[in-house]
């Protein structure tokens, strides 16, 4: 058994032990196994972060975008570096596969290239005037101290899709991430160290939610961004909007893949596979409800099952295995109980369900792959709640029209996946699914760093993250009515 790291918070560019209540991280597939251990910071770590974030702040937004990209190439660099053993911890402490686990690493370090690269693009716009001698000009500037406030499935790519644009268009950021799975934190804020970022730009504090209302509750937060859940983030709005605070917020998703008659349907198949279960399902991008197309519903439902009970559960670890255990007992217990729910409100058991209390396979938080279709004609909560977890909700349409008014019929609106061959039916799904991210024959997940990411209608609220779509979050613009400063010139 690998010994605990040490947790500490990263304050003003020193790394100290917190003064808070002992706090530990546990590995879902052996809870028995403590992955990183420390103390909590207390009120008084977040506001000595607070305090180097504002008085790093004028310094960093002066220092010229190329040498602050300088640093976030630095720390691609350490970040790949890592990325094997990194990767591991990320699958002990978290539960992906250790494949994801490190191809999640290397998503960081991309990440942080893409915007490392930033001094090179665009800083800002001019526009004609209508009056001689004169020019429009609208530069950006940073929002201040951002608070950084990350979910647990993703440990260290979305902290990077957050921190990386702030840090490159000149914000400082208190982060706090989940305390369910904190040593990659750890991590990211070890590569930025080791990158030379100056003291008091990044602070990490490794604390209990109600440290995210400390810092959203600062006087000195210019800005907040935040992904997790639907009902953290929206307190978190409302906290924020009353104090005149920028927030941007990712929220849940309940994603609909949608498989039409004329699909390719193995490629179909392979997709809704990955996009429902890999991750364990834990990805806000997630499949979680699946629309067939009546006529290929029978075949198609007989080939997923096939594939899914094949799927191997287990340690994630372990290079044969493909699903690994959800994140905590709390999680398994929740997704049981959506799963029994909706057994009793009438749906069918296709594949998975099972229980693994009895130390089958092994003793950890293990789900296995549930795949349930709904009746026709009744509303269930599994159609509507969030499980966050390895579980496929399936319903069939007679028409393609009918199959997109189901995969509407959420008020989230993260991601959709379309599976169809024909051209028309996917430009029509463009412009009928109300989703912030649509793949067209290809799973619902996955997000490339320099194009925009986010929810409509009620999973995202704010700008979008990602690419450029960044930058309107973290920077705010100064229109510059430009003159020469001579009479009639
Ligand atoms: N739309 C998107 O882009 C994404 C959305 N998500 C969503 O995230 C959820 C899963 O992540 P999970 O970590 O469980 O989400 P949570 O909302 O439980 O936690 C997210 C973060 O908020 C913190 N937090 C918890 N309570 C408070 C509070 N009262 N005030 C301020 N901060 C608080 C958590 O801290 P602590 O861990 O210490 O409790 C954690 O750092 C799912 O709903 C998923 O859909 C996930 C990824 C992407
Ligand atoms: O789709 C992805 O790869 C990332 C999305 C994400 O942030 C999530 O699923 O939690």
Redo the contacts with the bound molecule.
């Keep these: 058994m690998t010994s605990p790291v040490r947790l500490q918070h990263y304050i003003d560019g020193v790394w100290r032990p917190g003064t808070g209540t002992p706090i530990a991280s546990y590995n879902p597939a052996h809870p028995d196994e403590v992955v990183a251990e420390g103390l909590q910071a207390g009120p008084a770590e977040v506001d000595k972060a607070m305090a180097a974030a504002v008085a790093a702040k004028r310094e960093w937004s002066r220092t010229p975008a190329h040498e602050r990209g300088a640093v976030l190439l630095r720390a691609a660099v350490v970040i790949e570096r890592n990325a094997e053993n990194w990767g591991l911890e990320l699958a002990r402490e978290e539960g992906k596969t250790r494949a994801e686990g490190q191809g999640e690493v290397l998503r960081a370090a991309q990440i942080f290239r893409y915007y490392g690269n930033d001094g090179d693009r665009t800083a800002g716009e001019i526009f004609s005037s209508p009056r001689r001698g004169e020019k429009i000009l609208i530069t950006r500037k940073p929002l201040g101290v951002v608070g950084v ?6 440990p260290i790519a ?1 902290p990077a899709w957050k921190i990386a644009p702030a840090l490159a268009y000149g914000n400082t950021v208190v982060w ?6 904190p040593l990659l934190a750890l991590r990211l804020a070890q590569a930025l160290d080791e990158a030379g970022l100056p003291a008091g730009v990044l602070n990490l504090l490794i ?7 400390s ?2 509750e600062h006087p000195a937060l210019d800005g907040l961004t ?8 929206r ?2 709005v409302a ?1 924020a909007a009353g104090r005149g605070v920028p927030i941007q917020a ?4 309940k994603n609909a893949a949608v498989v039409l008659a004329d699909a390719d349907l193995d490629l179909a198949a392979e997709q809704v596979l990955l996009g429902a279960f890999r991750s364990t399902g ?4 997630a499949t979680s409800r699946l629309i067939v197309a009546e006529s290929i519903a029978d075949d198609f439902l007989a080939t997923l099952a096939e594939r899914a009970s094949a799927l191997v559960v287990g340690d994630p670890t372990d290079p044969a295995v493909q699903i690994g255990p959800v ?1 905590n007992d709390g ?1 398994r217990k929740s997704i049981h109980d959506g799963i029994d729910a909706a057994l009793s409100q009438g749906a069918r058991l296709i594949v998975g369900g099972q229980k693994y209390d009895d130390g089958d396979p092994i003793s950890g938080y293990f789900v296995p792959p549930t795949i349930l279709e709904l009746p026709a004609d009744q509303e269930l909560d599994v159609w509507r709640e ?1 499980l ?1 977890g390895p579980v496929l909700a399936v319903r069939r349409a007679a028409t393609a029209e009918q199959a997109f008014v189901l995969a509407n019929d959420s008020e989230f609106g ?1 991601s959709a996946a379309l599976f169809t061959q024909d051209v028309t039916r996917a430009l029509e799904a463009v412009d009928h699914l109300d989703v912030g991210i649509l793949h067209v024959n290809s799973e619902s997940a996955g997000a490339d760093p320099h194009v925009p ?3 409509a209608k009620k ?2 609220y704010g700008p979008k ?1 990602q690419g450029a779509a960044a930058k309107e979050f973290f920077t705010h613009t100064t229109t510059v009515y430009l003159r020469g400063g001579t009479a009639g010139a």
């Design positions: 406030v990350t979910p647990f499935n993703f979305i706090k991430p989940a305390s369910t799975v604390g209990p939610g109600s440290m995210g209302n810092i959203v935040f992904t997790g859940s639907t009902s953290v983030g307190r978190l906290a990712e929220m849940g998703g834990q990805k806000c991008t994140v999680a969030e966050f993260l990411f986010g929810g999973s995202g993250e």
